[in-house]
Every structure is written in C-alpha cells, then in structure tokens.
C-alpha cells in the first residue's frame, strides 16, 4: 500500500484552531480558537511560503500530513521533524469545507531551500507528486514517487510544503527533473508547473527539516 488518504468532505463549518507562530521553527504553539483558514495563510506568509513557492489563495481544505504508524508525528504548520522521521511515505487527513465536487485532488511536497535557503540555486526540488480519487481511504497514486527529505550537512532549516492542488489530473505530465521541477529556472517550481496543468492550490502544510550536523 502507498499510503491512504482519508478524504472527508465537510458541509459545515470547522471547529476553529488558532495558530501562533515564530521565527524560529522550533517555538511552534497551537492553540484554539480564531479563524482556522485564516490561521494557515498568516503562517504560510510568516513562512514566507506564500510568496517564495505559491501566490496567495483561499484555503478550501485542511491537510494534515502524519508520518509513522505507531507513533504518529503530524505535520503542524511549521513543527520541526527529523529527517529519520519522514523517511516513509505519509498518510494525512484532508478536511474540506463547503465541497460538493471536484475533478480531482493532487498532492505534492516541495523543498523550495535546496540546497540552503541562503542558496536556494537547486530550488525548488520536486519530492513527490501523487493523485488520488475522491474516495475515503483511497491508495494514492504516485506520479513522482517519493523522495524523503534529505537536508544536506550545514544547510540550516528547509521548508518542506505540502500542498493540495484542485483540478483534472487524469493526464498530468511528469516534471523532466526533480531539480526546479523540470524549469531549469532557479527559484521556479510548483506553481509553474500546477499553472501549467490548470491546478488550483486548495491547501497548505509544512514542516522545517535540517541535517544534525550544522
């Protein structure tokens, strides 16, 4: 099994979660109440995500990404996790409000600071692309087979971004290369090619990364 994806497609509106965040990716704190969608575009700005990898947009659905079966380690906005902690393929919830239909939902993961956010010159690294149906537990379906973080020694933190892309995927094209997801431009990535196969970011998550030897 690749990983399953429960998709939940909710009518009504979320029970709210406020999410404080911080410079560093280590002072993470969530905490209830306020605007939940809200809550995820002032953290994807803070984390300068919207901007560097995607154009600001309105979330429509929630993903929360988890890796490990025993012991889950969830993605949360900005938490920090190990490179020997993402190694497998994640599973991940994804909670949509106000959805009755969609051609089709994506999944990516990108690193837009390869090598180092200092020296993004690889940037940004195509880590996975994968479909599935609008199904609850469905297989996912690799388009780009899974590539685990690997932050290189002495590169700092990485953000590594999971977004959920909206939109027809029966015949998606594969990126050339990893590297810039195939643009041969530094910097270009995920947005080039999601604007290139008509694809709509509906949602955002991410975590910081780094190699134990800085």
Known sequence: MLGVVRILIVLLILASLSITTARDPEQMVLKEGGDTFKSVRDALKTAEIIDDVIDDFEPKCLISPYYGQKKQREVALGNTLKPSHTKEIPQMTILCTNVSFTEGLTIILTDPDAPSRDNPKWSE???WIAIFPPAPDSDL?????????GPPEKTGYHRYVFLLLEGDNSNLTVPEDRQHWGTGKEGHGVRDWAQKEGLKVIGANFFYGRNKKQ
């Open 125 to 127: 690294m195509c880590h």
């Open 141 to 149: 379906k690799p388009v780009v087979q899974y590539k685990p973080p």
